[in-house]
C-alpha cells in the first residue's frame, strides 16, 4: 500500500470550480502536501447529459438524436449547443483571456473532430453495407469521452495558473491508435509520474478495449476512479461529493433533520447504488471492497469534516436504521400466470427477457403465480418487453404500473420492531404500501407506493425511524 489517495470530484461539484479549488485542489494546504494525490473528475454538470441523453429524464441529447436519426442534423444542432456551454464554461473560470483562448481551442478540436466522424459514418452508412447499429457504441464512447476531456484539461490548466505542477492525464485514447485494455492504459499512463511531485488530473472516462459505455455505463468515471485506486495501490480512495451522504436526500427531508453518516459498509453502499444513489458505483465499490480500500465520500463544500467512511467490515455498536432513500419513476411488470404454480422455468425465461432489452432490475418478488420486476428504464424498453413476455406467454396477463420505492437501509438492522415501525409510520400518513420486501440478511426494508407518496413516505420514515427513533426495550425472560 503506497502513501498516496484517489479521489474523485463528481460532475455537480465540478461545476463549482473555485469552491472546489480553494476546498479540495488547493485549499490551505502547503508545496508538499498538494502532492501524492490523484484526481478523476467528471464532466461539468449537465454537460454528459447533453452530449448522451438527460441521465434522469431521459431527454434526447447528440447521441440520441443521431441514434434516432429522427432528423438529419438535429444532433449537429445540439452538438454547437454544447461547444457553446463548454466555453461559456471556460470563460467563467478563466480569468485572463490566454488561458480562455488554450480552453476554448481545446473544446473545438474535440468537438469538431468528433463531428467529422459522426459525418463520415453517416455518409458511409447511406451505402447500406455500414450498418448504424454496429458503430453506435463507440459513437457513445467518442461523445462522452468529451465531457471529461474537457473538465480535466481546464482543471489542470487551473492549478497550473496557481502554481502547481499538475497534469492533465488524458485516458480518452484521443487519436491514439492502440486498443489497450483499461488496465492497460492507466499503467501506461501512471508509469512515468512520480507523485511525490506531479499532480495527476485524469480524464473520468477511459477509451479501452472491454468499451467504457458497453461495460459500466453512465457513472462510469466511478470505475476509472476504483481500477486507478487499485492498480496504484492507494491507501484511501476518495469521493467529493455535492452533500455529505446523509440520513436521507437533502433535497427530500429538511436539510436541519438530515444527519451525515459518519461511518457504514460496502453492503449499504450497494443498497443506495442499486436505488441511483450512486454512493458508489456496484462495480467500482468491488474492487476497492476486494483490496481492502477504504473509501470515504466527503461533502466538497465542507472540507473539514471527515466525511463517511466506508468499509467491508463495519457493523453499527447498537441496531439502527442508518439511511432512508428510494427511487422514482420505477415499472412494476407485473406477470401473472395461474399455470405457473407448481412448475418451475417461468423466472428463467422472464429474465431472458429483460436481459435482452436490457432492463436494469431493481427489485423483486413472487408468489404461486405471479412474478413482478421492479425495473428501472424508458417506458419504450418496457413497452417491449410486455408485448414479449405476451407473445411469449399467451394465457398470461402482464400488467404494468408506475411505481416509487423507498427503503430504509442499515449495517445492523435485526432488531425486532423496526419492520412495524416503519409500516406503521407509512399508515399514519395515509400511505398505501404497494408490496414490501425484506431479506434475511436485513440490511433494508423497502416499500413499494404509488408514485405520488414518494416524497412524503421518505419524510415520515426518517422522521419515525431515524430522527425519533429509539430502540425498543429488551424483553426480559420469563415476561407474560
Ligand atoms: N442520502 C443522501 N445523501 C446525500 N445526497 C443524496 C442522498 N440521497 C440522494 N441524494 C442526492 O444525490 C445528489 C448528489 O448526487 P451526486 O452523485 O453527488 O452528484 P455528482 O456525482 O454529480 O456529484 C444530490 O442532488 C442529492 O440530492
Ligand atoms: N459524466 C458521466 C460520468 C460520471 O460518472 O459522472 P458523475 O460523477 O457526475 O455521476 C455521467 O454523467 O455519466
Known amino acids: 500500500m503506497n502513501g498516496h489517495t ?3 470530484i463528481g460532475g455537480t461539484s465540478m461545476s463549482r470550480t473555485q469552491e472546489v479549488l480553494d476546498n479540495i485542489l488547493m485549499g490551505k494546504r502547503k508545496e508538499q502536501e498538494l502532492y501524492n494525490r490523484i484526481f478523476v473528475v467528471s464532466a461539468y454538470g449537465g454537460i454528459t447529459d447533453m452530449l448522451l ?20 442534423w438535429a444532433w449537429g444542432d445540439l452538438l454547437n449547443k454544447v461547444g457553446e456551454r463548454m466555453c461559456e464554461i471556460n470563460m467563467e473560470i478563466f480569468e485572463d483571456d490566454l488561458s480562455c483562448q488554450k480552453a476554448d481551442q481545446f473544446v473545438r478540436e474535440r468537438i469538431e473532430g468528433v463531428r467529422s466522424c459522426l459525418i463520415d459514418l ?6 447500406g453495407h455500414f450498418q448504424l447499429d454496429e458503430h453506435l457504441i463507440t459513437v457513445r464512447e467518442m461523445l462522452a469521452a468529451i465531457g471529461e476531456a474537457h473538465s480535466a484539461f481546464n482543471t489542470a490548466l487551473l492549478l497550473q495558473q496557481h502554481g502547481v505542477n499538475a497534469h492533465f492525464i488524458d485516458l480518452t485514447g484521443w487519436r491514439e491508435l492502440d486498443n489497450l485494455t483499461l488496465e492497460e492504459r492507466i499503467q501506461q499512463a501512471f508509469n512515468s509520474l512520480d507523485l511525490a511531485r506531479e499532480l495527476p488530473i485524469v480524464t473520468g472516462y477511459p477509451r479501452c478495449k472491454e468499451g467504457t459505455m458497453m461495460i459500466y455505463d453512465r457513472g462510469y468515471s466511478e470505475i476509472t476512479f476504483s481500477k ?21 436526500d437533502p433535497k427530500v427531508v429538511d436539510k436541519d433533520r438530515v444527519e451525515p453518516i459518519g461511518r ?28 481492502h480500500i477504504p473509501l470515504r465520500v466527503k461533502n466538497a463544500f465542507d472540507p473539514d469534516h471527515a466525511g463517511t467512511l466506508i468499509d467491508g467490515d463495519y457493523k453499527s455498536d447498537t441496531p439502527c436504521v442508518e439511511i432512508i432513500a428510494g427511487r422514482k419513476g420505477v415499472f412494476a411488470i407485473e406477470f401473472f400466470e395461474q399455470d405457473m404454480v407448481g412448475s418451475s422455468g417461468y423466472d428463467t425465461q422472464l429474465l431472458a427477457l429483460l436481459e435482452r432489452f436490457k432492463l436494469k432490475i431493481v427489485a423483486k418478488d413472487t408468489n404461486a403465480n405471479t412474478i413482478t420486476h421492479f425495473v428501472a428504464s424508458s417506458l419504450k424498453a418496457i413497452k417491449r418487453v410486455t408485448h414479449a413476455m405476451e407473445d411469449a406467454f399467451p394465457s398470461a396477463a402482464v400488467a404494468v404500473r408506475k411505481v416509487a420505492l ?32 425484506q431479506s434475511m440478511r436485513q440490511v433494508d426494508m423497502q416499500f413499494v407506493v404509488d408514485e405520488k407518496d414518494y416524497e412524503e413516505a421518505i419524510i415520515h420514515l426518517h422522521e419515525h425511524l431515524i430522527e425519533s427513533y429509539s430502540l425498543p426495550a429488551p424483553r426480559s425472560v420469563g415476561a407474560a
Open 53 to 72: 441523453e438527460h441521465k434522469k429524464s431521459g431527454a434526447s441529447g447528440v447521441y440520441a438524436l443521431y441514434a434516432g436519426a429522427e432528423s438529419d
Open 406 to 437: 423507498v427503503s430504509a437501509i442499515g449495517s445492523n438492522m435485526q432488531v425486532p420492531g423496526l419492520l412495524s415501525n416503519a409500516v406503521s409510520a407509512l399508515a399514519k400518513a395515509d400511505i398505501n404500501i404497494l408490496a414490501l420486501h
Open 264 to 291: 457504514t459498509n460496502y453492503d449499504v453502499a450497494d443498497q443506495l447504488s442499486n436505488l441511483g444513489m450512486e454512493a458508489i458505483h456496484p462495480k467500482a465499490a468491488k474492487g476497492l471492497r476486494q483490496c
Open 228 to 248: 486507478i485506486a487499485v492498480l496504484t495501490e492507494a491507501r484511501e480512495a476518495i469521493i467529493h461529493k455535492e452533500y455529505h451522504l446523509s440520513s436521507a
Open 6 to 8: 484517489v479521489e474523485k
Open 122 to 127: 453517416h455518409r458511409l452508412c447511406s451505402y
